[in-house]
C-alpha cells in the first residue's frame, strides 16, 4: 500500500525526480574526471572518459522514469496523443465519426436518462419495493381501485403479509388560508398512511388518533409547496387555521418537500372512517407495506383467505372480484415500461449502426495506414502495441463524439420535460446525473472498444513486409468483406426501426382520422366544485348553476352552453358492474357506461341526436328521464323504438328513455363506444362537483372564453374559483401526446438510422471504387465496355443492401409484434408499410451506390495506371 | 557503458542491490562514493556501471529501503546523499543469510572435503 503511494508520488514528481537526476549524474561525471585527473590524465581526456564511461544518460533516466511510475499508463497518453495528432490529421474522417457519435451515444444517453428516471430508479420513500398497491380486477381491467368494505375489514384485520395498510381517496378543495383562493388536489388518508409510506412531516406532526375519528377536531397537512405558496415557508403556520371548501382546519404538519403522493398533491385530510352498516358499496385506493420475507403473491393470498373467512361481514359485490397485488412503482410506471424499452431497443439498433459506420470508416483508413503500421512494426513495435495503439485511439474517437453529445442529452432532456408527454415529462429527476453520466462513460468505453476492436485485430495480424514493398494499393478484394458484413447488418437493423416508425406513424394517423361521434373542437370546458356548507342545499346549488349558466349563454360568442355537463361519457366509464338490472336478460352482464348529464349538452358536443329529444330543463316532477346511445338502443330495445321505453338501473331509479343519441367514442382509448345511459339531471337536485361545457359560435377561439368564463363565475360568487379550464382540443392532443412522442421519438430514430446506414452504404461503394481504380482503368484501356463497370460496381455495391433488406424485413416480421400494444387499427405485419419501407430503402440504397460507381465509370485509363 | 577489462567482473544479477546495501549500512553516501567504495573494497574487481547503479538506487528508494537528501560534499558540491532505511536494514540481513548459504552451497560443490 505505502509502495503505491511512493509509486504515485514518485509520478507525480516524476519531471523533478528527473531534474535531480540529470543534476547528480552530471555531478557524478565531474567526480569522476577529477578522480582520473588525479591519476594523472590530462583534464579534456579526463572529461571525455569519464564521459563515455557514465554512458548514455538519457538511457538511465529512461530507466528511472520506468522505474518511478506507470509505464503502461505513461505509453497509453503517448498513445493518445499520437492518435489525436493522427485524427487531426483526417479531420473529414474524424468530423464524419464524431458526428455520427455525438448522435449516437447522446441519443442513446438521453433515454436512458428518461428511462432511468422512469423505470430504474425507486420511488423516493423508504424500502420503496416493499410498498404495493392492491385492486381489484373487474371485466378482466384493472380497476386500480379496492372495494372499500374489504379493504376496511383488511384495516381491522391482522393480516400476516403486511406491517400496515392504509386507504386513500384523492380529493379538491378551494382553498383559502392567506392571499388568493385557488382549488388545489390534496387526498384524504387513513390511519397508516404515513407509516406505509414511511414519511414524517417536515414540520409538526401527522394526524392523532382522535382527529381521524368521525366529529374529531379538524386537521390538515400542506405540501411544502402550498406551505411556501401561501405563507412563504413560514415557521408559524403550525397551529394556523386554513379554510378548505368554506369550512376551517388546523394545520398540524408540512410534509417535506417534493412529498405529493400520490401526484402532486398539497393538502393531506384524514379519511373518516365510514360505517360499515351504511351499506354503501364504494371504491378508495388502497396501499399496503409488506413485511419483510412476505411477497405481493403472499400478501393477495392473505386478503383471498380474509374474505373467505369473512363472507358474512362482506357484501355480495365484494365477494366476486380478482385481487391483484403489485409494487407501487409498477402501478405508477408500469404502463410506460413497454414503450420506453420499445424505444430503448430502436435507440440501440441505432447505436449499433453508428457502431458499424465508424468501423467501416476505421477499417477503411485502416487499409490506408497499413505502410505506417509496418513501418512500425519493422521497426521493432510489438504487435499488442499496434493493437493497443489503434483501440486507443477508437476510444479516443468514441470520447471526442461523447463530449458534444453531453450538451444534446442535456437539451434534449430539458426540451423533453418541457414538451414530452404530460404523464412522463412531469416525473421529477428527469435530468443528466451521475447515473447517466456513468452510463455515458460506460457506452462510449463500450463503443469505442467495439468499433475499434476489428480494424485494431486486422491491423496487429498484418505482415510487415507486403505493404512496405509496396504492393498495398492492388487489388483488394478478400479485405473488403467484413466491411460488407457491417453495411449488411446496418441495412438490416435500419429496415426493423424505420418499420416500426412507420407502423407507429400511421397509427397516429389513424387515431387522429378517427370519427369520434361528436364535433367538439369550438368547446372550452371547465369545473368548479361548490363548498358544501355554503351549498348545502340543493336549492342554493341549482340557484348557483342557473345564474352562471344565465350569464354564460348571454355572451355574444357563445353558441351552447350546459351546466352542469359531464364529460365522463365521453373520457371514461367505468364498466356496470354485473348482475344489475338494465331491462336486459339477466344473464346479459356486458358493462354499460351512466353519465348524468343538464340541458344542451348534446348539443354543446355535438353529438347528432337521432331521435327523440336530448334531455332539457327536466321538469321538477322527477320523473326520471334519459337519453341513450345507438348501442344502449339496440341491446336493451332490439327491434323495436327505444322512445318512452323504461330503463330499470337499479340503485339509480327507473327512467323513460326520452332521446337516442349517435355512439360516441371514449376521448383516451378510441375504444369501441359501450352502450350508454345518460340520465338527464333532475332539477330539485345539482351536484357539488359540477363541469360547465360551452361550445363559441363559428369560428371563434374557444380558449379565448376563458376570462369571461371567470367573470361569469365570479360575478355570481365572488369567493368561487374554477379549475381545469381547458379545450376539448387540447384534451384530445393531450390524450395523444404520449402516442405522438413515441411515433416522434421512433421517427426521429428510424430517420437516423436510415442516413447511418445510407452514409455507410455509399462509404463502402466509394472506397471499393477507390481500391479498384486502377484495376478499372485496366479493363477500360482492355477495351472493357463503360457501361459493364458501372454494372459491376453497382452489383458489388448493392449486393449487401439486397441482403441487409431482405434479413432486415425478416426480422422485423419477427419483432414488429412487440409493438402490438402502441399499434392503432394498424396490423404488426402492415404490408403497406413493409412495401414502403422497402421501396424507399432500395431507391434510396441505388443512388447511393450510383454516385461513387459513376466515378468508377469515368475513371481515365491514363490516369489510373499512372496513379501507382 | 563502461569497458569492461578482464581483470573486472561483471555483477550476478540481483547482487548489485546488496552490495549497495551494505555500502549503505556503512554510513551515509552519494551515489559516486558508493561506486568508488565497491570498487576499492573489491581491489578494483567489481566495476558498478553508473547505467546500472542510478535506476538501482531509483528502485531501492521506490521500494523504501533507502533514503536520499541533499547536501553538501567535502568540497562544498551539492550532492544526493542516500542513507539505509530500517526496512532497508532489515533487506541487508535477509540478503547476506541468503547469500552465505549460497556461497556455502556452491563452496561445497566447487572444493568437496
Known amino acids: 500500500m505505502t509502495r503505491i503511494l511512493r509509486h504515485l508520488t514518485a509520478w507525480l514528481r516524476r519531471g523533478r525526480l528527473d531534474d535531480e537526476l540529470r543534476d547528480e549524474m552530471a555531478q557524478h561525471v565531474v567526480w569522476k574526471a577529477e578522480g582520473l585527473m588525479a591519476e594523472g590524465v590530462p583534464e579534456i581526456e579526463a572529461r571525455r572518459r569519464a564521459a563515455v564511461e557514465v554512458g548514455n544518460l538519457t538511457r538511465v533516466r529512461e530507466e528511472s522514469r520506468a522505474i518511478w511510475g506507470f509505464p503502461s499508463v505513461d505509453s497509453l497518453i503517448q498513445d493518445a496523443r499520437y492518435g489525436w495528432r493522427q485524427l487531426r490529421r483526417t479531420p473529414v474522417f474524424t468530423l464524419a465519426t464524431v458526428t455520427t457519435l455525438t448522435l449516437t451515444i447522446g441519443a442513446t444517453s438521453a433515454l436512458f436518462a428518461i428511462a432511468n428516471a422512469v423505470l430504474l430508479r425507486p420511488l423516493p420513500y423508504p424500502r420503496s419495493d416493499r410498498i404495493v398497491s392492491i385492486s381489484i380486477v373487474q371485466q378482466g381491467t384493472d380497476t386500480r381501485l379496492m372495494d372499500e368494505p374489504t379493504a376496511r375489514l383488511a384495516l381491522e384485520s391482522a393480516l400476516p403479509s403486511f406491517e400496515s395498510l392504509a386507504l386513500y381517496n384523492t380529493t379538491g378543495a378551494n382553498f383559502s388560508g392567506a392571499g388568493q383562493p385557488e382549488v388545489v388536489a390534496g387526498v384524504r388518508v387513513s390511519l397508516r398512511f404515513f407509516e406505509v409510506m414511511r414519511v414524517q412531516p417536515?414540520?409538526?406532526?401527522?394526524?392523532?388518533?382522535?382527529?381521524?375519528?368521525?366529529?374529531?377536531?379538524?386537521?390538515?397537512?400542506?405540501?411544502?409547496?402550498?406551505?411556501?405558496?401561501?405563507?412563504?415557508?413560514?415557521?408559524?403556520?403550525?397551529?394556523?387555521?386554513?379554510?378548505?371548501?368554506?369550512?376551517?382546519?388546523?394545520?398540524?404538519?408540512?410534509?417535506?418537500?417534493?412529498?405529493?403522493?400520490?401526484?402532486?398533491?398539497?393538502?393531506?385530510?384524514?379519511?373518516?372512517?365510514?360505517?360499515?352498516a351504511s351499506g354503501g358499496f364504494f371504491y378508495?385506493?388502497?396501499v399496503g407495506r409488506l413485511r419483510d420475507g412476505a411477497s405481493s403473491a403472499t400478501g393477495r393470498d392473505d386478503l383471498v383467505s380474509l374474505r373467505r373467512s369473512r363472507v358474512s361481514a362482506l357484501p355480495a359485490r365484494a365477494r366476486e372480484s380478482n385481487l391483484r397485488v403489485m409494487t407501487l412503482h409498477q402501478r405508477l410506471y408500469g404502463d410506460f415500461r413497454a414503450p420506453l424499452a420499445l424505444l430503448f431497443g430502436a435507440v440501440m439498433c441505432v447505436l449499433l449502426i453508428g457502431c458499424a459506420n465508424v468501423a467501416n470508416l476505421l477499417l477503411a483508413r485502416a487499409a490506408v495506414r497499413r505502410q505506417e503500421l509496418a513501418l512500425r512494426m519493422a521497426l521493432g513495435a510489438s504487435h499488442v502495441r499496434l493493437v493497443r495503439q489503434l483501440l486507443v485511439e477508437s476510444v479516443l474517437l468514441a470520447f471526442l463524439g461523447a463530449v458534444p453529445g453531453l450538451a444534446l442529452v442535456r437539451y434534449s432532456l430539458r426540451a423533453f420535460v418541457r414538451f414530452g408527454p404530460v404523464e412522463l415529462a412531469r416525473i421529477p429527476g428527469i435530468a443528466l446525473d451521475t447515473h447517466v453520466l456513468l452510463?455515458?462513460?460506460?457506452?462510449?468505453?463500450?463503443?469505442?472498444?467495439?468499433?475499434?476492436?476489428?480494424?485494431?485485430?486486422?491491423?496487429?495480424?498484418?505482415?510487415?513486409?507486403?505493404?512496405?514493398?509496396?504492393?498495398?494499393?492492388?487489388?483488394?478484394?478478400?479485405?473488403?468483406?467484413?466491411?460488407?458484413?457491417?453495411?449488411?447488418?446496418?441495412?438490416?437493423a435500419a429496415v426493423v426501426v424505420m418499420i416500426g416508425a412507420a407502423l407507429l406513424a400511421k397509427s397516429l394517423v389513424r387515431?387522429?382520422?378517427?370519427?369520434?361521434?361528436?364535433?367538439?373542437?369550438?368547446?372550452?370546458?371547465?369545473?368548479?366544485?361548490?363548498?358544501?356548507?355554503?351549498?348545502?342545499?340543493?336549492?342554493?346549488?341549482?340557484?348557483?348553476?342557473?345564474?352562471?349558466?344565465?350569464?354564460?349563454?348571454?355572451?355574444?360568442?357563445?353558441?351552447?352552453?350546459?351546466?352542469?355537463?359531464?364529460?365522463?361519457?365521453?373520457?371514461?366509464?367505468?364498466?356496470?358492474?354485473?348482475?344489475?338490472?338494465?331491462?336486459?336478460?339477466?344473464?346479459?352482464?356486458?358493462?354499460?357506461?351512466?353519465?348524468?348529464?343538464?340541458?344542451?349538452?348534446?348539443?354543446?358536443?355535438?353529438?347528432?341526436?337521432?331521435?327523440?329529444?336530448?334531455?332539457?330543463?327536466?321538469?321538477?316532477?322527477?320523473?326520471?328521464?334519459?337519453v341513450i346511445n345507438d348501442r344502449m338502443a339496440r341491446r336493451a330495445f332490439p327491434g323495436r323504438s327505444a322512445l318512452g321505453q323504461q330503463l330499470n338501473l337499479a340503485a339509480e331509479g327507473t327512467f323513460t328513455v326520452v332521446g337516442v343519441a349517435a355512439d360516441v367514442r371514449q376521448l383516451l382509448s378510441n375504444?369501441?363506444?359501450?352502450?350508454?345511459?345518460?340520465?338527464?339531471?333532475?332539477?330539485?337536485?345539482?351536484?357539488?362537483?359540477?363541469?360547465?361545457?360551452?361550445?363559441?359560435?363559428?369560428?371563434?377561439?374557444?380558449?379565448?372564453?376563458?376570462?369571461?368564463?371567470?367573470?361569469?363565475?365570479?360575478?355570481?360568487?365572488?369567493?368561487?374559483?374554477?379549475?381545469?379550464?381547458?379545450?376539448?382540443?387540447?384534451?384530445?392532443?393531450?390524450?395523444?401526446?404520449?402516442?405522438?412522442?413515441?411515433?416522434?421519438?421512433?421517427?426521429?430514430?428510424?430517420?437516423?438510422?436510415?442516413?447511418?446506414?445510407?452514409?455507410?452504404?455509399?462509404?463502402?461503394?466509394?472506397?471499393?471504387?477507390?481500391?479498384?481504380?486502377?484495376?478499372?482503368?485496366?479493363?477500360?484501356?482492355?477495351?472493357?465496355d463503360r457501361a459493364t463497370v458501372l454494372r459491376l460496381v453497382l452489383r458489388q455495391g448493392l449486393a449487401p443492401a439486397a441482403s441487409g433488406l431482405l434479413l432486415g424485413l425478416l426480422a422485423s416480421v419477427a419483432l414488429t409484434r412487440l409493438l402490438r400494444t402502441l399499434l392503432y387499427e394498424v396490423d404488426v405485419l402492415d404490408a403497406g408499410v413493409f412495401a414502403a419501407v422497402a421501396v424507399t430503402l432500395a431507391l434510396v440504397s441505388v443512388l447511393a451506390a450510383a454516385v461513387p460507381a459513376r466515378r468508377a465509370m469515368r475513371v481515365d485509363p491514363a490516369v489510373a495506371l499512372r496513379c501507382e | 557503458m563502461g569497458r569492461k577489462g578482464s581483470d573486472k567482473q561483471n555483477l550476478l544479477p540481483g547482487t548489485l542491490d546488496m552490495l549497495v546495501l551494505k555500502t549503505l549500512s556503512i554510513g551515509v553516501m552519494h551515489g559516486y562514493g558508493i561506486a568508488q567504495h565497491i570498487r576499492s573494497v573489491s581491489g578494483g574487481v567489481l566495476q558498478v556501471e553508473e547505467g546500472s547503479l542510478y535506476p538501482a538506487l531509483q528502485r531501492l528508494q521506490i521500494q523504501g529501503l533507502i533514503d536520499s537528501e541533499w547536501g553538501h560534499s567535502a568540497n562544498n558540491r551539492r550532492a544526493r546523499y542516500y542513507r539505509l532505511t530500517r526496512a532497508g536494514r532489515r533487506a541487508l540481513g535477509d540478503a547476506e543469510s541468503s547469500f552465505d548459504h549460497l556461497i556455502a552451497a556452491i563452496g561445497r560443490v566447487m572444493r568437496p572435503a
Open chain 1, 202 to 276: 417536515a414540520l409538526g406532526r401527522v394526524f392523532a388518533p382522535d382527529e381521524m375519528q368521525a366529529g374529531g377536531p379538524p386537521a390538515v397537512l400542506l405540501s411544502d409547496s402550498l406551505w411556501a405558496r401561501a405563507f412563504g415557508r413560514s415557521p408559524d403556520v403550525l397551529n394556523r387555521e386554513v379554510t378548505l371548501d368554506d369550512r376551517s382546519y388546523r394545520v398540524v404538519g408540512v410534509m417535506p418537500p417534493g412529498f405529493g403522493f400520490p401526484a402532486r398533491r398539497d393538502f393531506w385530510l384524514p379519511l373518516v372512517p365510514r360505517s360499515m
Open chain 1, 284 to 286: 378508495v385506493s388502497f
Open chain 1, 439 to 492: 452510463f455515458m462513460v460506460g457506452v462510449t468505453l463500450g463503443v469505442g472498444l467495439f468499433f475499434g476492436v476489428a480494424p485494431a485485430v486486422s491491423a496487429g495480424r498484418a505482415d510487415p513486409q507486403e505493404p512496405l514493398k509496396g504492393a498495398g494499393r492492388s487489388s483488394d478484394g478478400g479485405r473488403s468483406r467484413p466491411r460488407r458484413i457491417l453495411v449488411t447488418l446496418e441495412v438490416a
Open chain 1, 511 to 626: 387515431f387522429h382520422a378517427v370519427d369520434r361521434g361528436f364535433h367538439a373542437d369550438s368547446v372550452i370546458t371547465a369545473s368548479l366544485t361548490l363548498p358544501r356548507p355554503r351549498y348545502a342545499e340543493a336549492a342554493a346549488r341549482r340557484a348557483f348553476f342557473d345564474a352562471v349558466i344565465e350569464r354564460i349563454r348571454a355572451l355574444p360568442a357563445v353558441e351552447s352552453a350546459a351546466v352542469p355537463s359531464s364529460l365522463s361519457h365521453l373520457v371514461m366509464t367505468m364498466p356496470w358492474p354485473p348482475g344489475a338490472k338494465t331491462g336486459l336478460p339477466s344473464s346479459e352482464s356486458s358493462p354499460i357506461g351512466i353519465a348524468e348529464v343538464g340541458s344542451a349538452n348534446f348539443r354543446t358536443f355535438g353529438i347528432p341526436i337521432h331521435s327523440g329529444r336530448e334531455c332539457g330543463d327536466e321538469g321538477a316532477t322527477g320523473a326520471g328521464s334519459a
Open chain 1, 671 to 784: 375504444d369501441v363506444p359501450l352502450p350508454m345511459v345518460f340520465i338527464c339531471a333532475d332539477r330539485r337536485d345539482a351536484p357539488t362537483h359540477a363541469l360547465i361545457a360551452v361550445r363559441v359560435r363559428g369560428d371563434t377561439d374557444p380558449a379565448a372564453l376563458a376570462p369571461a368564463l371567470r367573470e361569469a363565475v365570479v360575478a355570481v360568487d365572488p369567493s368561487q374559483p374554477i379549475a381545469n379550464v381547458t379545450t376539448v382540443r387540447q384534451m384530445l392532443d393531450d390524450s395523444v401526446s404520449s402516442r405522438r412522442f413515441d411515433t416522434l421519438l421512433f421517427g426521429s430514430f428510424g430517420a437516423l438510422a436510415f442516413a447511418l446506414a445510407i452514409f455507410g452504404l455509399y462509404g463502402v461503394t466509394a472506397y471499393l471504387v477507390a481500391q479498384r481504380t486502377r484495376e478499372f482503368g485496366l479493363r477500360i484501356a482492355l477495351g472493357a
